[in-house]
Structure formats: C-alpha cells, structure tokens
C-alpha cells in the first residue's frame, strides 16, 4: 500500500511470542516405550494405576514441543501477509494463535480487531447439508440469525456447489468443502482473515474468485494472513511475506526476495547457503539483523534479515 509508514494502522503486533505445545500420552516419556510396555494392555487398572505413580507423574510421556519461537512483527490494516515456510516451520500454529484458538505460551499479541480463522471445519459437521453447516459455522463464527439469513445466498453463490447444498458434507470433494468454508468465513468481512492452505484445494476459477476477495477485505481496511507452500500464490496474494523456519521468523518484506532467500536455503545450493544462514545468524546475535542482512547482500541485493 502506498500509504506512509507513519499513517498506517497496525491491526496485528506480535511481541516475542513463544508457543509451546504440551503433549501428553504414553511413549513419549524419558522411560516409556521399553520392551515392557507391550503387556501394558495385559495389566489390570490398579497395576497399571501403581505402575504409573511408580514411575513419577512427571516422567509419564510427557513431552514439550515449541513450536513459535521468539517471533515478533507488527501487520497492519490493508496488508495481505503470505507466511512461508518448510513443513513443521510453526505456520499454521502462528496462525491459529492469531486466530485466537492456540495461546501463545510468553510474550505479547495484540488484535485490533477481530480474526476469523479459514477453516472454520473445527465446527462444520460432515454428517450435516451444506445449508446446516452454513447456519452452525457462520453463527460460529459470531454472526447472528439474522445476519446468517441476509448473507445465506451470497454465501450459497459464492461456494458454487449446486445440487450439494442439501447434501452431507462427508459428499463434497475437497474442492468444494474450501469453497464452502471460504465462502462462510468471507460471509461478513472479518477485520483480520486468516487462512490456512484452503486455497491449495481449489481450483483456477476458485482461487482467483478467492483473489477478488481478498482484495476486497484489504481495501475494507481489513488484514489478511494466507498460509501457502505455492510461490505464485503468495506472490499473486500478498504484499508482504514472513518466512518461518524451525519456529523462528527469518524474513520479512517483499513476497520476491523473502521467497528467492527461502527458495534458495531449500533450494539446490542449499548446503552452501545453509552455511551462509548459519553465518548470517551469528552475526545477528552478534551485530544485530542489519549486519545479518549486509552479509547476506553480498549475495542477494534484495535480502533482509528481521
Ligand atoms: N496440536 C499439536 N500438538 C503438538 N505438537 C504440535 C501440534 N500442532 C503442531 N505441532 C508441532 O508444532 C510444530 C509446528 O507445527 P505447525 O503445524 O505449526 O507447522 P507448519 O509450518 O504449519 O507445518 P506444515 O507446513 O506441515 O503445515 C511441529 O513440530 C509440529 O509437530
């Protein structure tokens, strides 16, 4: 957007934000998983019961995974932000944080508004018609009858799923569940939309009317976080791209040069630009991300380091 710096309003700010998953379960623990374990289903309840508190409460599979580490940014009203990233990087955990469903475990966020989560399929029942998870997801998503009857055709039309509508989700292809959830979560426009891979599902006619909306929501003033693995989406969606690995925020600018940077660590050269990250990142500890970013530019004119 050409708006300056100064005059933009921020909509997300994210400060040092760590997300640490807990997990739970049996084999998992420093002690669980030995030969022994395979008579567990053999035990009685008060055996097994006694063989737990012998262990200690504290070594039953009991497992920490974190999962955002230390990520700070500020998004403003108006941006479309692509988050990019190798698989596990933390995408889709910083998103379901934004989107209010996974609390972040330190650190700070701040909504200036309200987000809505694509993927509303939490509370879309497979078993139900179309026309009863439009009503469940769209009043899930805080709208109320009366907003849900005046927006049901716009939603009917944009999902395109014809005969399907009165048919059970556990029906439609994948294609059309995404149009669905889009279709529902787009119903009013959110101030923050957060969505996450629904778009890889559907096809070219589906993602550019997905396009047209987004641009929509953006205009509105509206932020809009869009999870993707394909480049040409981030480029053709976003102003702006946060590239994740191992949980930690790595760059963040322009979708062309955030991609190039990431493309090239996954890339064929990635040993010798692995070496060229590791470096980079010592001398941020060091000197601070401008001196990261100056090394880098010894390579790419284009690369930032946040
Ligand atoms: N509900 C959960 N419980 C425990 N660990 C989880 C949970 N969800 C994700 N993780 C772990 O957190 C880390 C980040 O996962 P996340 O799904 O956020 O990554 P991602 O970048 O979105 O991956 P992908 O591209 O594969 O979707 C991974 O190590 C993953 O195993």
Known sequence: MDVPEGDRVPSVIASHLDI???VYGSGTGSDAGGPGDRQVDNLDEESLM??????????????????????SFVAYRGESIGIVGANGSGKSTLLRTIAGLVPPTSGRLWLGGRASLLGVNAVLMPKLSGRDNIWIG?????LSP????????????????????????????????????FAISTAITPDI??????????????????TERITAIRENAGTVFVVSHND???????DRALWMDNGKLLADGEPTPVLGLYGRKYGKHRAVWRQRFDEAH????????????????????????E
């Open 232 to 238: 040409s989406t981030i480029k053709k969606m976003c």
């Open 193 to 210: 939309l957060v969505v996450d891979e629904a778009l890889s599902t559907g096809d070219a006619h589906f993602r550019a009317r997905a």
């Open 146 to 181: 009366a907003q849900v009857r005046a927006a049901f055709d716009d939603i009917v039309e944009f999902a395109d799923i014809g005969d399907f509508l009165d048919l059970p989700m556990s029906t439609y292809s994948s294609g059309m569940g995404s149009r669905l959830r």
């Open 138 to 142: 769209a009043q899930a998503l805080g």
């Open 20 to 22: 640490t998953y807990r």
């Open 50 to 71: 006694r063989r737990l508190l012998a262990r200690g409460l504290g070594t039953v599979g009991r497992r920490e995974v974190q999962a955002v580490r230390d990520v």
């Open 282 to 305: 010592r001398i941020a500890d060091a000197e601070g991300a401008e001196a990261a970013a100056e090394y880098l530019r010894r390579w790419d004119k284009n690369a930032s380091w």
